[in-house]
């Protein structure tokens, strides 16, 4: 039995062979997973629980088909993503970081965007998103204006991410350095940045980042052997 960790599908309509993908890995995972976490960004965009696609609502059904429990962090993409999906899904919702017992050692997930601390524009951005008053006022506006809000801030997304150096965008060391001491981990997994790597620390605690899927994405996998990093492909047939 193993332990599972994925993010960053961007799933989407648009992109169908991603959703086959994530399908057949899903079924894959099924034969031996004892619990599957998705750090965040499961879906491209996401409008709100009375708003999921006819697309998102056949991932639900998939996910709740698993014969394991599967948990569930969000992601900068998908933050909306509500009690009534995950009922739907059989998943849980667990905390922005969240602390797990793997292998005797103390395992930190999250989705990983709080760690880009050098990205100021997108810290502000984030904090008023994540506002609890300014998402009630959202949620009242008529569904074709909720799109037309989360096209306009994917767009606005996509060109700030163009302007920005890669360092900007990317996890900032003492950060992780400090997360890793205040919540007396050994061991970081989070998504988010699309750079999947595994990274060793001086003090001998260690950084898994996951990757993104295009149509495959970059997994951890936790088992008797340890933690190893590896492509979703890898798990389908030939």
Not at 108 to 127: F, S
Not at 151 to 168: T, V, W, Y
Not at 186 to 209: C, F, Q, S
């Amino acid at each position: 039995m193993a332990e599972y960790f994925l993010a960053d599908i961007h799933l989407s309509a648009e992109r169908p062979d991603i959703t086959a993908a994530f399908r057949a890995t899903l079924a894959a995972l099924a034969r031996d997973a004892s619990a599957v976490y998705i750090l965040g960004d499961l879906f491209d965009y996401y409008l709100g629980d009375d708003l999921a696609s006819p697309l998102q609502q056949d991932i639900a059904a998939a996910l709740a088909a698993l014969p394991c429990p599967v948990y569930y962090q969000h992601g900068n993409r998908d933050f909306l993503l509500g009690d009534a999906y995950a009922r739907a899904a059989h998943m849980r919702i667990l905390p922005e970081r969240y602390r797990l017992s793997l292998g005797g050692k103390t395992v930190l997930i999250e989705h990983g965007d709080l760690l880009c601390t050098d990205d100021h524009g997108y810290q502000r951005l984030r904090r008023i998103l994540r506002c609890r008053c300014l998402q009630r006022l959202y949620y009242r506006l008529p569904a074709r204006l909720r799109l037309a809000i989360a096209e306009k801030l994917r767009g606005q997304s996509r060109k700030r991410s163009r302007r920005k150096a890669p360092r900007i965008t990317d996890t900032n060391p003492a950060a992780i350095y400090r997360v890793l001491q205040e919540q007396q981990a050994e061991i970081l997994i989070h998504g988010h940045t699309h750079r999947p790597a595994v990274h060793p620390l001086d003090d001998g605690k260690r950084v898994y980042v996951l990757g993104d899927w295009h149509p495959h994405g970059q997994i951890l996998c936790h088992d008797a052997d340890g933690f190893r990093l590896f492509d979703s492909a890898s798990l389908l047939p030939l």
